[in-house]
């Protein structure tokens, strides 16, 4: 299952899109550190499945944090990213898209 929070703005939607294992913990390599337990509430949305999460990611995006395998590999398979946007922090991979306007 995947958390999956968006926010609709004048702008695009703005997402956050995270494993659900991977929430309230926070990982840090060298000066890299991705904090899901800080900022839980940015990610804490609704709990879906893959296919549900892959089906709410709108073409009128604006930002994106994506965060995990699963939530990672429905991003790129939907063409909104490459594997070489991909950061890694203690092996968990993220995504953090931000349209310019």
Do not use: W
């Amino acid at each position: 299952m995947i958390y999956f929070k968006a926010h609709e703005t004048d702008k695009g939607m703005i997402i956050a899109m995270c494993d659900e294992e991977l929430l309230g913990r926070a990982f840090s390599e060298g000066k890299r550190e991705l904090d899901l337990k800080k900022y839980a509430e940015f990610y804490n949305g609704e709990l879906v499945t893959e296919q549900e999460a892959k089906a709410r990611i709108k073409d009128d995006l604006y930002t994106a944090n994506i965060v995990g395998k699963r939530s990672v590999e429905i991003f790129i398979e939907k063409g909104l990213a490459q594997k070489s946007d991909v950061i890694t922090v203690q092996k968990v991979p993220f995504i953090q898209v931000f349209k310019m306007i």
